[in-house]
């Protein structure tokens, strides 16, 4: 992938980070009852963290037909806010299109791993697990009761909105960053890549000028030799004359 294409994943990743963050802290679900002549009557309100809250927090109706929480792991939401922040420091500072050694960022692929899993989590469980069993209906329906004239509104709210779009905007980004550690592992354990690894690390390069000053070397020596061996004869020749 060309580094263009790169860089723009990692700018939605970025995004898709802060959109999740926010969802956290806004109403993911709705649910009011207005009268036929469209006053407000029921008004419920769900988040993650706090569930049910309302502006209606006097009146007897509005408590009787408030929602069953819906008991969504607080601590599961704690730990999603700990990997969006990880995340976030992965992306601003484990670049792996700048560094030697991949491999040793393979622990970081499984923080933008599960990540991803956690915002699909809450885009895909969150309706089928929490809000379906409470008949609570999704994304959008508005139903009329005209026996007591009342309609009633179900809705999912800005927090699952985030939610969705940000699923969008970070889901590239860790498939890539996994593509290319997964890559380069495979080819690091290809037999042919291995082969040809060891051959060059059993190669030294060629080096012209040590190859040349190991000849005048062993040439000097060589000469050096002979005028000691012609030395020692001239005085063994000496020596064998004055016997």
């Not at 419920?44 to 209606?56: G, P």
């Amino acid at each position: 992938m060309n580094i263009k294409g790169v860089h723009i994943f990692k700018f939605s990743f970025l995004i898709g980070l802060i959109l999740l963050f926010l969802s956290v802290f806004v109403e993911w679900y709705s649910y009011q009852i207005f009268t036929l002549e469209q006053e407000l009557i029921v008004s419920w309100k769900y988040n993650i963290f706090w569930e049910w809250s309302s502006i209606f927090s006097d009146s007897p109706l509005n408590e009787a037909l408030r929602p069953e929480n819906l008991s969504i792991s607080v601590p599961l939401n704690i730990i999603f806010l700990c990997f969006l922040f990880l995340s976030g420091y992965v992306i601003l500072f484990k670049d792996i299109e700048r560094v030697d050694s991949i491999i040793k960022y393979r622990p970081y692929s499984y923080v933008l791993g599960i990540t991803l899993i956690l915002n699909i989590f809450y885009v895909v469980v969150f309706p089928v697990m929490y809000l379906f069993p409470q008949e609570l209906y999704f994304p959008f329906i508005q139903i009329v009761d005209y026996e007591q004239d009342f309609m009633y509104l179900y809705s999912i709210d800005i927090g699952y909105v985030l939610q969705l779009i940000a699923f969008m905007l970070i889901f590239p980004f860790p498939i890539h960053y996994f593509r290319t550690i997964y890559t380069f592992d495979n080819e690091k354990n290809n037999p042919e890549t291995y082969l040809k690894n060891k051959i060059q690390d059993a190669q030294e390069p060629l080096d012209l000028d040590k190859l040349i000053a190991q000849e005048e070397l062993k040439f000097q020596n060589s000469d050096r030799t002979i005028q000691e061996d012609d030395l020692n004869e001239i005085i063994n020749l000496f020596i064998e004359g004055d016997s």
